[in-house]
């Protein structure tokens, strides 16, 4: 059983920056592909960014790509998304979540992953 838990959520200005992390324990963090999504009231959770076990070929949402960057630390069994350029639409609860896969595979579906994070709120204030 993998526990993940985010953290670095919080009030930001427009334009600004916020560095999310989620750590995992209880699994084989190098052999999980990690991925970001995010929640706003109302909408459904959607897909953020991804990265393989083997931090091959990250993948965005195009509604961040070129803003946000995800990033792993296996050493430190944490994953990273960095926010920057941070727009009033950003706005929602952003879980982290875990599934065992092959190397160099992407999971983009909500239904892909097996454990989730309890989320992590992120404001971003016009």
């Known amino acids: 059983q993998v526990q993940l838990v985010e953290s670095g959520g919080g009030l930001v200005q427009a334009g600004g920056s916020l560095r999310l992390s989620c750590a995992a324990s209880?699994?084989?963090?190098?052999?999980?592909?990690m991925g970001w999504f995010r929640q706003a009231p109302g909408k459904e959770r959607e897909f953020v960014a991804a990265i393989s076990w083997n931090d091959e070929s990250p993948y965005y949402a195009d509604s961040v790509k070129g803003r946000f960057t995800i990033s792993r630390d296996n050493a430190k069994n944490t994953v990273y998304l960095q926010m920057n350029s941070l727009k009033p639409e950003d706005t929602a609860v952003y879980y982290c979540?875990?599934?065992?896969?092959?190397?160099?595979?992407?999971?983009?579906?909500?239904?892909?992953?097996?454990?989730w994070g309890q989320g992590t709120q992120v404001t971003v204030s016009s």
């Open positions: 979540a875990a599934v065992g896969v092959p190397p160099n595979t992407i999971v983009v579906e909500t239904y892909g992953y097996d454990y």
């Open positions: 209880g699994g084989t963090f190098s052999m999980y592909g």
